[in-house]
């Protein structure tokens, strides 16, 4: 996952043509840090499309103006638009990620 460090770059990603997804975590959040232990071999799954981390404590504002109000949330966006959102609550499985990936793209 490429890492997004401004609300600029954040911008100009969530913008493209293609379908994006964006992890949102923080560094001092265990939920997280649990999930980068299983995640990899999903990203590389729906490897077609381009993955993104965004820390929120970092880049706030990509955070509150995308409604993330728990971490770690998943965030599919195209053409600037957000088109699904995966809350915290609702990600704390391999299942329940693969789950979410799988009714949002198909």
Same mark, same amino acid.
């Given at each position: 996952?490429?890492?997004?460090?401004?609300?600029?770059?954040?911008?100009?990603?969530?913008?493209?043509?293609?379908?994006?997804? &964006?992890?949102?975590? *923080?560094?001092?959040?265990?939920?997280?840090?649990?999930?980068?232990?299983? /995640?990899?071999?999903?990203? !590389? =799954?729906?490897?077609?499309?381009?993955?993104?981390?965004?820390?929120?404590?970092? &880049?706030?504002?990509? *955070?509150?103006?995308?409604?993330?109000?728990?971490?770690?949330?998943?965030? /599919?966006?195209?053409?600037? !638009? =957000?088109?699904?959102?995966?809350?915290?609550?609702?990600?704390?499985?391999?299942?329940?990620?693969?789950?979410?990936?799988?009714?949002?793209?198909?």
């Amino acid at each position: 996952m490429q890492k997004i460090q401004d609300m600029e770059t954040f911008k100009s990603i969530i913008n493209k043509d293609e379908t994006v997804i &964006v992890k949102f975590e *923080a560094g001092w959040c265990p939920d997280c840090k649990a999930m980068d232990m299983w /995640i990899s071999p999903i990203v !590389e =799954k729906y490897n077609q499309y381009e993955w993104f981390v965004v820390n929120r404590d970092e &880049v706030e504002e990509a *955070a509150i103006e995308n409604d993330v109000m728990g971490i770690p949330s998943i965030l /599919i966006f195209k053409n600037g !638009e =957000k088109l699904h959102h995966l809350h915290s609550a609702n990600a704390k499985s391999p299942e329940q990620v693969e789950s979410f990936l799988s009714e949002s793209l198909g």
